[in-house]
């Protein structure tokens, strides 16, 4: 892709962008991350140029591909553990065959033949010094272990490498909602300036200090299409109450209600 078709592509979102490696997301949400991108391009262009991308939780290097081909970013940090099995907020562990940092960046050498501005950290973010990012980051996706620990100690380790202007984004807020909500509180507790939101279909946007980036036109338009967020999060999580209305939980939680006298209003 030459560097007018990516500017082409990436202004106008088009998912082509995403084709050479696999991306754990849905269209909606690649969509999301392109509108991102091109929002923090024109708020870190006003002031630094270019701009720097954390990510944490990487797999194939498919969120990491936009980035990579993007002239205006200048530094991409991938963390990994890359466990063979991770824990889940599902309830069951969530297993990666195959992956490895060395699969990644050949992977990544498919889309760009330089891949030096990528810099990978093996690793948990409990574990790793945060001044082994070398970087002030602009911008920070979180997409590792689902589960709202992770998420929440994930946001931490990012709120330490981000600039004092930046952005914080979850993928996969449906799962890791626990971890999201004490991720705000923390902010709240310390008195971090802070927005948040969610974009299609379950991309959380933290934007922290001043970094407006539901300022950006595209954003505006998604945010004004949150009803999309809100059904895919409940019908995705609604397998969880077709579970406990089944027989035999069903049965029960109706016949305790009966005794407790909880479902009749006055
Ligand atoms: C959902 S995949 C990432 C997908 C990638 N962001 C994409 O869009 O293609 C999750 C990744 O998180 C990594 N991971 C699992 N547990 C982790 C942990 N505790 N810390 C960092 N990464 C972890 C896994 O090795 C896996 O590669």
Redesign the pocket.
């Known amino acids: 892709m030459t560097e007018t078709e990516f500017e082409q592509n990436l202004n106008g979102l088009d998912l082509t962008i995403f084709e050479a ?5 849905t269209d909606d949400d690649k969509r999301s991350l392109l509108a991102v991108q091109v929002a923090v391009r024109e708020l870190v262009g006003k002031s630094a140029g270019n701009y720097s991308y954390l ?10 591909q936009p980035h990579l081909i993007d002239s205006k970013c200048e530094s991409i940090w991938s ?5 063979p099995s ?2 889940d907020e599902r309830g069951f562990e ?1 297993k ?1 065959n195959n ?1 490895s940092t060395a699969r ?1 960046l050949k992977m990544l050498k498919g889309v760009a033949e330089d891949v030096s501005k990528v810099k990978t950290i093996d ?4 574990e790793i010094a945060a001044n082994r990012v070398e970087d002030k980051i602009d911008l920070c ?1 979180i ?5 709202d620990e ?1 998420a929440f ?2 946001f931490k380790f990012c709120l330490t490498v981000l600039k004092e202007n930046g952005a914080i984004m979850f ?2 807020s449906q799962i890791t909602y626990g971890g999201i909500a004490d991720s705000l509180k923390y902010l709240t507790e310390k008195g971090i300036s802070h927005r948040a939101y969610v974009l299609p279909n379950v991309l959380f946007v933290v934007e922290i200090g001043d970094f407006p980036l539901h300022q950006d036109e595209k954003i505006a338009a998604m945010l004004a299409e949150n009803h999309k967020s809100y059904l895919y999060a409940l019908q995705d999580n609604d397998r969880y109450r077709r579970f406990a209305n089944r027989f035999p939980f069903g049965t029960m939680r109706r016949l305790l209600l009966k005794i407790r006298g909880g479902n009749v209003s006055d």
Do not use: C, V
């Open positions: 490696i696999p991306s754990q997301s990510e944490i939780g990487s797999y194939l290097g498919g969120s990491i963390i990994d553990k890359r466990p991770q824990p969530w990666y992956n990644m690793g948990d973010t409990r996706f997409d590792g272990e689902h589960t992770a100690a994930d993928h996969d």
